[in-house]
């Protein structure tokens, strides 16, 4: 028998740029994730945006002794315990429930205070949840940088939605 000379079948490689615009790829996707992660870590969730918001879902939820972990030293001072910031604070037990939403205005931050302009949605007293008839409240929030990291400073606060819960009928 004889044989059958055929041709070599070429094997293609990958070229040296090819790979190396490959490299180039992955470590440009590698150094945006590690950025992007460590300015979530490190600056966005300890900024004072993040702080207000989780205040106000604490306002929303009625989370009275986590409100009160969150206030400045001198707002503690001032109330005391957390029964005490019930009872001498509207809003931390009566506006559980009514709070609609919020939207956060654009933060003033200097050095280690923060103004922070709010537009609190709250329902009337007396509606359902289901209910959609809302009171827009503009609370002009401050917040001072503790060693635990930003803080509620009612004492220094502007805050209009007071008289929402003051009208609370339970």
Same mark, same amino acid.
């Given at each position: 028998?004889?044989?059958?000379?055929?041709?070599?079948?070429?094997?293609?490689?990958?070229?040296?740029?090819?790979?190396?615009?490959?490299?180039?790829?992955?470590?440009?996707?590698?150094?945006?994730?590690?950025?992007?992660?460590?300015?979530?870590?490190?600056?966005?969730?300890?900024?004072?945006?993040?702080?207000?918001?989780?205040?106000?879902?604490?306002?929303?939820?009625?989370?009275?002794?986590?409100?009160?972990?969150?206030?400045?030293?001198?707002?503690?001072?001032?109330?005391?315990?957390?029964?005490?910031?019930?009872?001498?604070?509207?809003?931390?037990?009566?506006?559980?429930?009514?709070?609609?939403?919020?939207?956060?205005?654009?933060?003033?931050?200097?050095?280690?205070?923060?103004?922070?302009?709010?537009?609190?949605?709250?329902?009337? *007293?007396?509606?359902?949840?289901?209910? *959609?008839?809302?009171?827009?409240?503009?609370?002009?929030?401050? !917040?001072?940088?503790?060693?635990?990291?930003?803080?509620?400073? !009612?004492?220094?606060?502007?805050?209009?939605?007071?008289?929402?819960?003051?009208?609370?009928?339970?």
């Amino acid at each position: 028998m004889g044989r059958i000379v055929g041709r070599q079948r070429i094997r293609e490689g990958r070229s040296l740029g090819e790979r190396a615009s490959e490299i180039v790829v992955y470590v440009v996707i590698a150094a945006a994730l590690i950025w992007g992660g460590r300015w979530y870590f490190v600056v966005y969730s300890k900024s004072p945006k993040v702080a207000m918001a989780r205040y106000l879902g604490l306002v929303k939820s009625g989370n009275v002794k986590e409100q009160f972990a969150m206030l400045s030293s001198a707002s503690q001072t001032y109330f005391g315990t957390p029964s005490q910031y019930e009872d001498k604070w509207p809003p931390a037990q009566k506006l559980t429930g009514r709070v609609a939403g919020w939207e956060i205005g654009e933060i003033k931050e200097s050095g280690d205070k923060a103004e922070v302009p709010v537009t609190l949605n709250v329902r009337k *007293a007396g509606q359902e949840l289901y209910q *959609a008839a809302s009171d827009p409240y503009t609370d002009d929030y401050v !917040l001072v940088k503790e060693q635990q990291g930003w803080r509620i400073a !009612l004492e220094q606060s502007h805050i209009t939605s007071v008289e929402a819960a003051k009208t609370a009928r339970y």
